[in-house]
């Protein structure tokens, strides 16, 4: 397919996935392309992308998620980028609304699309919010940081909001591996915070643990769901409580030790604190795989 006939692409960014890829590719079947840049990981995943058909395959190792998601987005070839994630499932009904958005000649630079976070089974309850992941191909900007979460940068960006269907994350299977989620998450990020000069105090960790817990529990709906919705808004409030406090001990000589391998880790062998970008990746360093 040539980029001209390519109107909607779908990009993803996968390690060690294997859990939850496959149902994932199917959410974006819908797509006139799947761009897959795999972290070379290492519990089979890569080896299963490639016993599917109709994917454009890469692999390259981690450098930053910012960095991830600029060059898996240089290598689509559509008008219009979806962003989405080896464990995000888009729902039929997001589908349509998403090709008819991008039909429409008034359509802006991009689209938040709805997100449902549901707990962990073990507990009743979910989140709703929304995230901007569907843009106009050139418009999709990153800002080049080590952030976790990889902000768009919207400078001069027009964006909607399709409110027809929604975007399903795959939770946690208990709130334990959550808790570890959030403990290796907090070491990364408290990591880069240090690595900036931020420095913490015991009123900063005080206000950020309550500030939490009461946006969850109030903002989020946590009060909706009873005492599940109580232990997770102390959950998220316990996350911002690792990072005020990985921030107040003293700093550990390999931060990266730190993480476990297991979720919120970055893939072993990346630094926590990494330049805003590696160098273009060399020939020979990329692979593809085109199906």
């Known amino acids: 397919m040539s980029s001209g006939d390519c109107e909607l692409s779908a990009v993803m960014i996968v390690y060690n996935g294997i859990r939850t890829v496959g149902r994932a590719l199917d959410s974006v079947s819908f797509c006139d392309e799947i761009v897959v840049l795999d972290d070379c990981s290492t519990d089979g995943t890569w080896e299963y992308l490639q016993t599917r058909k109709n994917l454009r395959l890469y692999q ?45 000649s008034e359509a802006p630079d991009g689209f938040y699309l709805l997100w449902r976070n549901p707990y962990p089974p073990t507990l009743r309850g979910e989140v709703w919010g929304k995230h901007p992941r569907l843009m106009r191909a050139g418009r999709a900007r990153w800002v080049q940081s080590d952030h976790l979460h990889s902000p768009l940068d919207f400078a001069g960006i027009r964006m909607g909001l399709l409110t027809g269907g929604h975007v399903d994350h795959e939770p946690l299977p208990n709130l334990a591996a ?77 931060p990266e030790e730190l993480q476990d391998g297991g979720p919120g880790s970055f893939p072993s062998g990346v630094r926590f604190s990494a330049p805003k970008e590696a160098p273009p990746v060399a020939a020979g360093q990329a692979k593809e795989r085109e199906k």
Request: charged share 20%; hydrophobic share 45%; net charge positive.
């Open 60 to 104: 390259r190792r981690h450098t930053t998620m910012a960095g991830q998601r600029e060059y898996v987005t240089s290598l689509a070839r559509g008008r219009w980028i979806l962003t989405i994630d080896s464990d995000e499932y888009v729902t039929s009904r997001l589908a349509d609304t998403i090709r008819k958005a991008i039909s429409q």
């Open 178 to 254: 959550l808790l570890r989620k959030y403990i290796n998450k907090s070491a990364i990020m408290a990591t880069q915070e240090r690595a900036r000069g931020v420095r913490a105090s015991g009123a900063r960790l005080l206000l950020s643990t309550f500030g939490r817990f009461l946006k969850f529990y109030f903002i989020y709906g946590g009060w909706r769901y009873g005492g599940s919705g109580l232990a997770m808004s102390c959950a998220a409030a316990f996350e911002a409580f690792s990072k005020q406090a990985f921030l107040i001990e003293a700093p550990v000589a390999v």
